[in-house]
């Protein structure tokens, strides 16, 4: 499984953006994606996730509210929605796929892995 997610860029804090992952390989409506994001300095923590179909979505408390993750399996992808984006969001954002809707913030538990995007939300 390949992922590829895009879609980052400077933002002032109170914007929007939003970021795709791309997916390839193993039948794509099979895995369970999620959003991690790794600051500076920091460790690599869970955002989002979503179950196969897109019936099941789970957040950060950090996150809730302002992000909404989504997928169109027809299209491999899978987006991540954010607003009300503040200076802390500042991140490289990864997308990883996982088989089972369990574990979702273990960032261990996730397979597959694709290179991040970097988001930068200015004060």
């Known amino acids: 499984v390949q992922l590829q997610a895009s879609g980052g860029g400077l933002v002032q804090a109170g914007g929007s953006l939003s970021l795709s992952c791309a997916t390839s390989?193993?039948?794509?409506?099979?895995?369970?994606v999620g959003w991690f994001r790794q600051a500076p300095g920091e460790e690599r923590e869970f955002v989002s996730a979503?179950?196969?179909?897109?019936?099941?979505?789970n957040y950060a408390e950090v996150v809730k509210g302002r992000f909404t993750i989504s997928r169109e399996n027809a299209k491999n992808m899978v987006y991540l929605q954010m607003n009300s984006l503040k200076p802390e969001d500042t991140a490289v954002y990864y997308c990883?796929?996982?088989?089972?809707?369990?574990?979702?913030?273990?960032?261990?538990?996730?397979?597959?892995w694709g290179q991040g995007t970097q988001v930068t939300v200015s004060s």
């Open positions: 990883a796929a996982k088989v089972d809707y369990t574990d979702l913030a273990r960032r261990n538990a996730y397979a597959y």
């Open positions: 979503i179950s196969w179909r897109g019936g099941g979505t």
């Open positions: 390989g193993r039948l794509f409506s099979n895995l369970v």
